[in-house]
């Protein structure tokens, strides 16, 4: 693959370093909130439900980027550990809402806890003070490169 000519060396290097870091990073995070009886996806699923009322299968599978009949079988493992709930449409009784149980909640929020400490944890003992404030920083400028 051939690089961008009008891009700057340094613009390439940031580029990957910060793909490869955000990436391995991000395994890490999850790695350390990692539940014995959910995959990966589940626990996906049921971060993304702790952000929404109620959502149909169909609309989970297109958030996650899986195919509906996968989704079905995700949200049936949850139902199954007692963590989600499939309730009727109050608009459209043919379709079935997908909403985290008392359980479910309690879960998602165990599992955030566990990830911000890990991830405090690290910073305060591989970190100076001044490297954390080095990292407060580096966060704003990549921050402000979400913003169109």
């Not at 009008?6 to 580029?15: D, H, N, R, T, Y």
């Not at 702790?50 to 959502?55: E, S």
Request: charged share 30%.
């Amino acid at each position: 693959m051939r690089e961008n000519p009008s891009l700057s060396p340094s613009a390439v290097e940031a580029s990957r370093e910060v793909r490869a870091v955000i990436s391995r990073l991000r395994r890490r995070i999850l790695k350390a909130s990692e539940s014995e009886d959910m995959t990966l996806g589940q626990a996906s699923v049921l971060a993304r439900l702790a952000d929404k009322g109620g959502v149909t299968a169909s609309e989970l599978a297109t958030s996650e980027g899986v195919r509906h009949q996968s989704m079905t079988a995700t949200v049936a493992a949850l139902a199954t550990l007692g963590l989600v709930e499939r309730t009727p449409d109050p608009d459209d009784g043919r379709r079935l809402l997908i909403k985290l149980t008392a359980e479910g909640r309690r879960r998602v929020e165990k599992g955030r806890q566990a990830r911000t400490e890990w991830l405090a944890g690290r910073l305060q003992d591989r970190c100076t003070e001044e490297e954390r404030r080095n990292v407060i920083a580096a966060m704003a400028v990549l921050e402000r490169l979400t913003h169109d």
